[in-house]
């Protein structure tokens, strides 16, 4: 019996993506995105697009691999911004309705009056909204899995963890509008709070990569500073020396005070200021990254789950030795600074534990669908 | 169709409260009867539509206990073998008459061929075969609802309960969906029926409950409903203007002597009792001052005379308005309670 409501509950999913008509349109727009990558390619001097071939200067076979080329597209392009926001859209769009129509009057007592359960029902449904994802994404990555192998002679199975990985990313947004859509019983502002829940987890994100970002370069500017305060210290006490041993005879471990470097060299007072307030600075940019983490720990991490992708695809040394040939050595320490913060912000993103990108993602997930549970199995319709 | 034992349908006490104000029902006691068809009737707001959605799990209820076909109320194995067709439903626009069978037959865990075959036929008996491959979006009203008693009917349940099952439908749907309720009894299975149409449940229920405010204000039988209520109506084959003089004649007042009514309509005069034996002195009276009798013929109120009875506050003369009973008119209608009895 189980297994016969599932199955007809999934075709009456089908057959209503399938009316809507956006089921079909989204899965269009995803072949089209496979053959623009399909035209992508690169060469010697560039990248080429079909025939034509335009000179990127930095960029060719020798700094950036075929298959790392096409890996990085697929990942920046495919995921990033076609899967993790185009078709993302175009599935809530599709799926939003899910719970609302099943909870609107004249629908649902027909639902609640055949034997199935109320939270098998309503998760089934649930879970049916997610394989319509599911289908769009396996069918983009078997696409982007020929056409890396056609194209750059590489198989890449692991293309294929886009599935599960978009999928989960998904669900969290998802898990947001069932809520809403079955407290408010409208399609409309099920898709309209998700879009804004959306919007938050965007922010919440930036603030925490960009609060990282500046925590570690304010890290690395006192690094290099407390680097640079040694020297000018170094080279104060030899002069320092230098000039007592003219009038008097020091002992081997003699070492000026802090007060003596001071008034004899202007230059360690500067570079101790500017520890000091670059030391001040990091510690407050930490605080304030502290605050964006314990706000994040208890949000879904929608940008960190599609960047699992990239973590298992990409190799970071082969791109950034690579793109290291090419870039201008640092200027200055504040150039070599932001070079260092922005390694170790991306360095210190990808030690992010799986348990702190899914499992506190999960734990918002189930909690959410748990309400979902509850108001469901409990409400009068 | 599962069989089962003792009555389709029993309730005792149930009641219903959305929030702290409204009781929709007020501690029902009511009992149907395997293999009849019943009829639930009320105003707008009686509670009706609650008391269906009681027992098919859709609302959950504040007290009271029962049963539907021996099993309790408000679990989902006592629907295995129950239909049921919603008032206002929305089904699946999307769906064609035969795809929306097959798929109430699917969520009723029905097999593939046995759901097949039921489809067929019951597309068949509701008039719509020749729809069957029709999206439901293209259907009229009445179409809608065949095809929406034939999802009801698909797991073929012991018990269907209808809710409104004749709204939007013309009057030859009508009287298809009254011949079927009719068929579905006489192949023993029960059918419950919530309508407003007064008319057509007289003609098709075996017993009737009228619900007023939450409470069964009477159930029985037609028969049993109108028991005490018989009256004989004499008509005259006179002008109405000649027929007032006979009848001032013979029957002045507002009384018999021995306190039955008398009711004037035109040339007929209606006698408040069901003895023979008053209506005769009567009788020869009018027929002694040379009025020719058309006809003389018992009569019993009619289903809507016995709703509006229902629903008519005696001490006041008033009907009740629409709508549950607030706890603020739980008072005043005890009070008025009272004074009914």
């Given at each position: 019996?189980?297994?016969?409501q599932?199955?007809?509950?999934?075709?009456?999913?089908?057959?209503e993506?399938?009316?809507?008509?956006?089921?079909?349109?989204?899965?269009?727009?995803?072949?089209?995105?496979?053959?623009?990558?399909?035209?992508?390619?690169i060469s010697?001097?560039?990248?080429?697009?079909?025939?034509?071939?335009?000179?990127?200067?930095?960029?060719?076979r020798?700094?950036?691999?075929?298959?790392?080329f096409?890996?990085?597209?697929?990942?920046?392009?495919?995921?990033?911004?076609?899967?993790?926001?185009?078709?993302?859209?175009?599935?809530?769009?599709?799926?939003?309705?899910?719970?609302?129509?099943?909870?609107?009057?004249?629908?649902?007592?027909?639902?609640?009056?055949?034997p199935?359960?109320?939270?098998?029902?309503?998760?089934?449904?649930y879970?049916?909204?997610?394989?319509?994802?599911?289908?769009?994404?396996?069918?983009?990555?078997?696409?982007s899995?020929?056409?890396?192998?056609?194209?750059?002679?590489?198989?890449?199975?692991?293309?294929?963890?886009?599935?599960?990985?978009?999928?989960?990313?998904?669900?969290?947004?998802?898990?947001?509008?069932?809520?809403?859509?079955?407290?408010?019983r409208?399609?409309?502002?099920a898709?309209?709070?998700?879009?804004?829940?959306?919007?938050?987890?965007?922010?919440?994100?930036?603030?925490?990569?960009?609060?990282?970002?500046?925590?570690?370069v304010?890290?690395?500017?006192?690094?290099?500073?407390?680097?640079?305060?040694?020297?000018e210290?170094?080279?104060?006490?030899?002069?320092?020396?230098?000039?007592?041993?003219?009038?008097?005879?020091?002992?081997?471990?003699?070492?000026?005070?802090?007060?003596?470097?001071?008034?004899?060299?202007?230059?360690?007072?500067?570079?101790?200021?500017?520890v000091?307030?670059s030391?001040?600075?990091?510690?407050?940019?930490?605080?304030?990254h502290?605050?964006?983490?314990?706000?994040k720990?208890?949000?879904?991490?929608?940008?960190?789950?599609?960047?699992l992708?990239?973590?298992?695809?990409?190799?970071?040394?082969?791109?950034?030795?690579?793109?290291?040939?090419?870039?201008?050595?640092?200027?200055?320490?504040?150039?070599r600074?932001?070079?260092?913060?922005?390694?170790?912000?991306?360095?210190?993103?990808r030690?992010?534990s799986?348990?702190?990108?899914l499992?506190?993602?999960?734990?918002?997930e189930?909690?959410?669908?748990?309400?979902?549970?509850?108001?469901?199995?409990?409400?009068?319709y | 169709?599962?069989?089962?034992?003792?009555?389709?349908?029993?309730?005792?006490?149930?009641?219903?409260?959305?929030g702290?104000?409204?009781?929709?029902?007020r501690g029902?006691?009511?009992?149907?009867?395997?293999?009849?068809?019943?009829?639930?009737?009320?105003p707008?707001?009686?509670?009706?539509?609650?008391?269906?959605?009681i027992?098919?799990?859709?609302?959950?209820?504040?007290?009271?206990?029962?049963?539907?076909?021996?099993?309790?109320?408000g679990?989902?194995?006592?629907?295995?073998?129950?239909?049921?067709?919603?008032?206002h439903?929305?089904?699946?626009?999307y769906?064609?008459?035969?795809?929306?069978?097959?798929?109430?037959?699917?969520?009723?865990?029905?097999?593939?061929?046995?759901?097949?075959?039921?489809t067929?036929?019951?597309?068949?008996?509701v008039?719509?075969?020749?729809?069957?491959?029709?999206?439901?979006?293209?259907?009229?009203?009445?179409?809608?609802?065949?095809?929406?008693?034939?999802?009801?009917?698909?797991?073929?349940?012991?018990?269907v309960?209808?809710?409104?099952?004749?709204?939007?439908?013309?009057?030859?749907?009508?009287?298809?969906?009254?011949?079927?309720?009719?068929?579905?009894?006489?192949?023993?299975?029960?059918?419950?029926?919530?309508?407003?149409?007064?008319?057509?449940?007289?003609?098709?229920?075996d017993?009737?409950?009228?619900?007023?405010?939450?409470?069964?204000?009477?159930?029985?039988t037609?028969?049993?409903?109108v028991?005490?209520q018989?009256?004989?109506?004499?008509?005259?084959?006179?002008?109405?203007?000649?027929?007032?003089?006979?009848f001032?004649?013979?029957?002045?007042?507002?009384?018999?002597?021995?306190?039955?009514?008398?009711?004037?309509?035109g040339?007929?005069?209606?006698?408040g009792?069901?003895?023979?034996?008053?209506?005769?002195?009567?009788?020869?009276?009018?027929?002694?001052?040379?009025?020719?009798?058309?006809?003389v013929?018992?009569?019993?109120?009619?289903?809507?005379?016995?709703?509006?009875?229902?629903?008519t506050?005696?001490t006041?003369?008033?009907?009740?308005?629409?709508?549950?009973?607030?706890?603020?008119?739980?008072?005043?209608?005890?009070?008025?309670?009272?004074?009914?009895?």
């Amino acid at each position: 019996m189980i297994l016969t409501q599932t199955w007809a509950l999934t075709v009456a999913a089908y057959r209503e993506l399938n009316a809507k008509k956006l089921f079909w349109v989204t899965l269009a727009l995803s072949v089209v995105v496979v053959a623009v990558f399909a035209s992508l390619g690169i060469s010697d001097v560039g990248i080429t697009i079909l025939h034509w071939e335009i000179e990127v200067p930095g960029l060719n076979r020798e700094t950036l691999p075929p298959d790392q080329f096409y890996l990085s597209t697929f990942v920046s392009l495919g995921i990033g911004v076609w899967l993790t926001w185009i078709a993302t859209a175009l599935a809530l769009v599709s799926t939003c309705g899910t719970i609302p129509d099943l909870v609107q009057e004249g629908s649902v007592e027909t639902m609640l009056s055949r034997p199935i359960s109320r939270v098998r029902l309503l998760l089934t449904k649930y879970s049916l909204g997610l394989l319509f994802v599911a289908f769009q994404v396996l069918i983009f990555s078997a696409g982007s899995v020929l056409v890396f192998g056609i194209r750059a002679g590489v198989w890449e199975p692991r293309i294929f963890l886009a599935v599960p990985i978009v999928v989960l990313f998904y669900s969290y947004l998802f898990s947001i509008c069932a809520l809403v859509g079955l407290l408010t019983r409208s399609t409309i502002a099920a898709l309209l709070v998700t879009a804004l829940a959306w919007f938050g987890l965007f922010l919440a994100n930036t603030a925490d990569e960009m609060l990282l970002g500046f925590q570690k370069v304010a890290e690395a500017r006192v690094e290099l500073r407390q680097q640079r305060l040694h020297l000018e210290e170094g080279m104060a006490t030899t002069e320092l020396r230098r000039r007592l041993e003219e009038s008097q005879t020091l002992p081997e471990d003699w070492a000026p005070t802090p007060a003596e470097l001071d008034e004899s060299s202007p230059s360690v007072v500067l570079w101790r200021e500017q520890v000091e307030e670059s030391q001040s600075n990091a510690e407050s940019l930490e605080f304030w990254h502290d605050v964006a983490v314990w706000v994040k720990l208890v949000l879904p991490k929608t940008a960190e789950t599609i960047a699992l992708l990239d973590r298992e695809l990409i190799d970071p040394e082969r791109i950034t030795v690579s793109q290291a040939r090419e870039n201008d050595r640092p200027r200055d320490d504040d150039e070599r600074a932001m070079m260092l913060g922005a390694e170790r912000t991306q360095a210190a993103l990808r030690e992010r534990s799986l348990a702190w990108v899914l499992g506190t993602s999960f734990a918002f997930e189930a909690f959410i669908l748990g309400i979902c549970c509850v108001i469901f199995a409990r409400k009068d319709y | 169709m599962t069989t089962v034992d003792g009555h389709a349908i029993e309730l005792s006490g149930l009641s219903k409260t959305f929030g702290r104000r409204v009781r929709a029902l007020r501690g029902v006691d009511l009992t149907v009867r395997r293999g009849e068809v019943f009829g639930l009737l009320g105003p707008n707001g009686a509670g009706k539509s609650t008391l269906l959605k009681i027992l098919m799990t859709v609302i959950r209820r504040s007290g009271g206990r029962g049963t539907l076909l021996g099993r309790p109320i408000g679990t989902k194995s006592a629907l295995r073998g129950v239909g049921y067709l919603p008032e206002h439903h929305r089904f699946p626009s999307y769906l064609t008459g035969r795809q929306l069978v097959d798929y109430s037959g699917s969520l009723a865990g029905i097999g593939r061929g046995e759901r097949r075959r039921r489809t067929e036929s019951l597309l068949e008996m509701v008039g719509m075969k020749d729809w069957a491959t029709t999206r439901l979006r293209q259907y009229s009203k009445g179409m809608k609802q065949r095809v929406g008693l034939a999802q009801a009917l698909v797991n073929d349940p012991a018990i269907v309960l209808l809710d409104e099952p004749t709204d939007g439908v013309d009057p030859v749907g009508r009287r298809e969906i009254r011949d079927i309720c009719a068929r579905l009894r006489d192949e023993g299975r029960t059918v419950f029926i919530n309508s407003h149409l007064l008319s057509e449940l007289e003609m098709v229920c075996d017993r009737l409950a009228i619900l007023v405010k939450g409470e069964v204000d009477r159930q029985g039988t037609l028969d049993e409903l109108v028991a005490g209520q018989i009256r004989y109506d004499i008509e005259l084959a006179v002008e109405p203007d000649k027929a007032g003089a006979f009848f001032d004649l013979v029957a002045p007042g507002e009384r018999l002597e021995s306190g039955e009514t008398i009711e004037r309509t035109g040339s007929t005069l209606r006698l408040g009792t069901t003895e023979p034996d008053v209506v005769q002195p009567i009788l020869r009276g009018l027929v002694e001052r040379g009025a020719t009798v058309r006809a003389v013929r018992p009569s019993r109120p009619s289903l809507e005379d016995l709703f509006i009875q229902a629903v008519t506050d005696p001490t006041t003369g008033r009907t009740l308005g629409p709508g549950a009973r607030t706890r603020q008119e739980e008072k005043p209608a005890r009070a008025g309670e009272g004074a009914r009895s």
